[in-house]
């Protein structure tokens, strides 16, 4: 089943959803589907009270570079500019806003650009880390910043995901969306290697037991809906266990609380070589270089393909083109430049270029094939 936000099968899910809560400290009261609406008003709830009451974001600033800088090549700040095309250039330190805590591919694969942009520049990039409330601490930063060039927010598919969850009454239309600059495979699944040895195993074991294996996600995230969507590919009924953060997620799986985890390559890995997990799959369309000795779940015959996440710019919304053009064009001069390539391939992601017009028509699609997922819920 490739999703796609038009032409796709209406009746998708028959309504309904379990939800449970896993502490360290153990299981909590395990939540029958038919209770998703609760969950969600729930959610919001607790989303947007953290939103209020949400510690200081952590503003670090990028690594130093390591190359000399612009200036010493003879070409100008100015000269730089109009290169671009654009007539806009920073005029103080630009903040990029990160809906994650430092460390993690989203924080990582931003102080990377950050890095570069400044070696091209001359200007200082920082990074924002601004984690909490499904990403809507940093967009509701971002969005109540100037429209001046010097604040965006940088992410992927969360600002979607948050007003599909119900946690925000905005999506992508809220920004002004800049450029694309990386790429992460749909989240792959992994199992306990100790327990199920591919795909075929997990699925045999889910028929055999209806709604008692665990899958940990976070109650409408990127993840849950994944999930959803695997369930009714994969023909199978699951129990959806709100765990809580990726650091959460792989402490569930290593416990033997949760029998199923969707996550990041740059997460995972490790518990991979050391054959702690086994990955069942990746709901990609073709299997990518990054994660090539993974098998995609169509050539093993479950017919799921769910978006990738794409990393691109969002600007508050009265940002002017020529930010947009100067942007779009440091983009393009970062991932030209090997380095800076290969710092994106060292933090387990692909750098993956689109201008603004088809970054947005890219949010598009990934908006609507979720909220295809979750308005079936309701059917």
Same mark, same amino acid.
């Given at each position: 089943?490739?999703?796609?936000?038009?032409?796709?099968?209406?009746?998708?899910?028959?309504?309904?959803?379990?939800?449970?809560?896993?502490?360290?400290?153990?299981?909590?009261?395990?939540?029958?589907?038919?209770?998703?609406?609760?969950?969600?008003?729930?959610?919001?709830?607790?989303?947007?009270?953290?939103?209020?009451?949400?510690?200081?974001?952590?503003?670090?600033?990028?690594?130093?570079?390591?190359?000399?800088?612009?200036?010493?090549?003879?070409?100008?700040?100015?000269?730089?500019?109009?290169?671009?095309?654009?007539?806009?250039?920073?005029?103080?330190?630009?903040?990029?806003?990160?809906?994650?805590?430092?460390?993690?591919?989203?924080?990582?694969?931003?102080?990377?650009?950050?890095?570069?942009?400044?070696?091209?520049?001359?200007?200082?990039?920082?990074?924002?880390?601004?984690?909490?409330?499904?990403?809507?601490?940093?967009?509701?930063?971002?969005?109540?910043?100037?429209?001046?060039?010097?604040?965006?927010?940088?992410?992927?598919?969360?600002?979607?995901?948050?007003?599909?969850?119900?946690?925000?009454?905005?999506?992508?239309?809220?920004?002004?969306?800049?450029?694309?600059?990386?790429?992460?495979?749909?989240?792959?699944?992994?199992?306990?290697?100790? $327990?199920?040895?591919?795909?075929?195993?997990?699925?045999?074991?889910?028929?055999?037991?209806?709604?008692?294996?665990?899958?940990?996600?976070?109650?409408?995230?990127?993840?849950?809906?994944?999930?959803?969507?695997?369930? $009714?590919?994969?023909?199978?009924?699951?129990?959806?266990?709100?765990?809580?953060?990726?650091?959460?997620?792989?402490?569930?799986?290593?416990?033997?609380?949760?029998?199923?985890?969707?996550?990041?390559?740059?997460?995972?890995?490790?518990?991979?070589?050391?054959?702690?997990?086994?990955?069942?799959?990746?709901?990609?369309?073709?299997?990518?270089?990054?994660?090539?000795?993974?098998?995609?779940?169509?050539?093993?015959?479950?017919?799921?393909?769910?978006?990738?996440?794409?990393?691109?710019?969002?600007?508050?919304?009265?940002?002017?083109?020529?930010?947009?053009?100067?942007?779009?064009?440091?983009?393009?001069?970062?991932?030209?430049?090997?380095?800076?390539?290969?710092?994106?391939?060292?933090?387990?992601?692909?750098?993956?270029?689109?201008?603004?017009?088809?970054?947005?028509?890219?949010?598009?699609?990934?908006?609507?094939?979720?909220?295809?997922?979750?308005?079936?819920?309701?059917?």
């Amino acid at each position: 089943m490739v999703y796609a936000p038009s032409g796709a099968d209406g009746d998708i899910y028959k309504g309904k959803t379990r939800v449970a809560n896993t502490r360290k400290e153990g299981e909590r009261i395990i939540m029958k589907k038919k209770l998703f609406a609760a969950a969600m008003a729930g959610t919001m709830v607790l989303s947007l009270a953290a939103c209020g009451g949400s510690k200081p974001a952590e503003t670090t600033a990028a690594p130093a570079a390591d190359k000399t800088e612009a200036a010493a090549d003879g070409e100008t700040k100015a000269e730089a500019a109009a290169e671009s095309g654009s007539a806009w250039e920073p005029s103080t330190t630009v903040s990029i806003v990160v809906p994650a805590g430092a460390g993690g591919n989203t924080d990582l694969s931003a102080r990377v650009f950050a890095q570069y942009a400044k070696e091209l520049t001359g200007h200082d990039f920082i990074v924002v880390n601004a984690s909490g409330a499904a990403g809507s601490v940093a967009a509701n930063q971002v969005l109540a910043a100037a429209a001046d060039g010097h604040t965006f927010l940088y992410g992927h598919n969360l600002v979607n995901v948050a007003n599909i969850a119900g946690v925000t009454d905005y999506n992508y239309t809220a920004f002004k969306l800049g450029p694309t600059f990386a790429k992460d495979p749909a989240q792959q699944l992994y199992v306990s290697a100790e $327990k199920y040895a591919d795909l075929n195993a997990f699925v045999e074991a889910a028929k055999a037991a209806p709604g008692q294996l665990k899958a940990c996600t976070e109650v409408g995230a990127y993840t849950y809906y994944e999930l959803l969507a695997f369930e $009714k590919a994969a023909d199978i009924d699951l129990d959806l266990v709100d765990v809580g953060s990726n650091s959460d997620k792989i402490a569930a799986m290593l416990s033997g609380q949760v029998d199923l985890m969707p996550g990041a390559y740059i997460n995972c890995k490790d518990y991979l070589e050391s054959g702690q997990f086994n990955c069942i799959g990746a709901p990609t369309e073709e299997r990518y270089d990054l994660i090539k000795d993974i098998p995609t779940l169509k050539e093993q015959g479950v017919d799921l393909v769910y978006p990738d996440c794409d990393f691109s710019f969002y600007f508050p919304a009265d940002t002017s083109d020529d930010v947009i053009a100067y942007y779009e064009d440091l983009v393009q001069k970062v991932l030209a430049d090997p380095s800076a390539a290969e710092g994106v391939a060292n933090v387990d992601m692909m750098p993956y270029y689109l201008n603004a017009e088809d970054s947005a028509k890219n949010d598009e699609q990934i908006y609507n094939t979720i909220k295809e997922i979750a308005d079936s819920l309701q059917q």
